[in-house]
């Protein structure tokens, strides 16, 4: 999968020519996948809450038997929270069901894709049975971004592509 927002930006922010060739070909494993935190369908959504706290992580993965059926995130939390509801129900009455999910071998740039397309913080990794892996965060793949090209992330400006709305001066 091309991506083209990095390949059209990559000559004029002065990424090396072989950016997006490692997008395409290195997996998600290079970008050292968090743990993920599962918690049982019928756990009540107050003490996922408890332990989405206690780990101090944005999101559990909803697991029977180890195979992943949904995800619960602190956006889920918040819009609960703000509607008042019933915190004892169970959690797989809330979970976001069949969730966009990647493999270990999926490609950097076939995250980033998914994750920007669907406006995702966090995908589950699983296996081809579908049992949860690990989680890829935005964090994860910032930090692998930064290893691998910490000149171009440390020298980019607070807003590389701003244009003033109205010229300044007199």
Not at 23 to 37: D, G, I, R
């Amino acid at each position: 999968m091309s991506i083209p927002a990095f390949g059209s930006a990559r000559a004029s922010l002065g990424f090396p020519v072989d950016f997006q060739l490692h997008l395409e070909t290195e997996t998600v494993e290079h970008c050292h996948p968090a743990k993920p935190l599962c918690a049982a369908p019928d756990d009540p959504i107050r003490s996922v809450l408890r332990m989405l706290q206690e780990v101090r992580t944005g999101a559990a993965m909803i697991c029977l038997d180890g195979r992943l059926l949904g995800i619960f995130t602190e956006r889920d939390a918040l819009k609960l929270l703000a509607a008042g509801s019933d915190l004892s129900a169970p959690v797989a009455s809330v979970m976001i069901k069949n969730p966009v999910t990647l493999r270990m071998n999926d490609t950097v740039g076939h995250a980033i894709a998914l994750m920007s397309a669907g406006g995702f913080r966090r995908l589950p990794i699983v296996d081809q049975d579908g049992k949860v892996q690990g989680v890829l965060k935005v964090s994860n793949i910032l930090h692998y971004l930064v290893e691998h090209f910490p000149k171009v992330v440390y020298t980019l400006p607070p807003e590389p592509h701003y244009k003033p709305s109205a010229r300044e001066g007199a």
